[in-house]
């Protein structure tokens, strides 16, 4: 178990490194093709390892505190610092496991990669992927984060993760309370 935990570690730190001090749109590309790169290599036998190596690759580039502070909302602020931490947590994790069901974007024929449009220090990196015919254009919504560029979210084919996740959070926090929208969080990804 130590051993596996060390390798994460270190997977996790090279794609930290990978993604440094490329553009919004290198660092787009170059993790499409490295995470295609791993399901090649996996064929329709995905192991642990392999799943744990697609989670650092795809979720890596990833800002889960901006993402979470947007899919949460006018609660964020109503949230005491220790619960802002426990939620990014928890939603990370969610969105972590939750990332390797949704591996089809990667698994692509072809993907095409339209010139960002760049806002000051944020960015939109739309590209267009192409599987037997259909095409599903996934947007990432980026900004600088110290000198790297970071995703805070991804819409496909107009659907925003931040704002699906936060109209689901919202849902349950008016019919319960958000303590009890976090304590089913926390027994959903218990349960995976």
């Not at 794609?15 to 791993?38: C, D």
């Amino acid at each position: 178990m130590r051993k596996l935990s060390i390798l994460w570690v270190l997977i996790f730190l090279v794609t930290q490194n990978i993604f440094a001090n490329e553009s919004p749109l290198e660092m787009i590309k170059h993790r499409n093709q490295k995470v295609k790169q791993v399901l090649d290599a996996a064929g329709d036998n995905i192991s642990e390892k392999t799943k744990g190596e697609l989670k650092e690759l795809i979720n890596g580039v990833i800002d889960f505190q901006r993402l979470s502070k947007i899919a949460l909302g006018k609660y964020w602020n109503e949230r005491t610092k220790a619960e802002q931490n426990n939620f990014v947590d928890v939603f990370q994790e969610l969105i972590r496991n939750s990332s390797i069901k949704k591996l089809e974007v990667y698994k692509a024929d072809k993907i095409v990669y339209e010139e960002p449009e760049i806002d000051g220090d944020k960015v939109e990196v739309i590209t267009l992927a192409y599987k037997d015919r259909k095409e599903a254009e996934v947007l990432y919504k980026m900004h600088k984060v110290g000198a790297e560029w970071k995703v805070y979210d991804i819409e496909i084919d107009g659907v925003s993760t931040a704002i699906n996740y936060r109209e689901s959070f919202y849902k349950q926090i008016a019919k319960t309370s958000y303590i009890e929208m976090y304590d089913k969080l926390v027994s959903r990804l218990e349960k995976q």
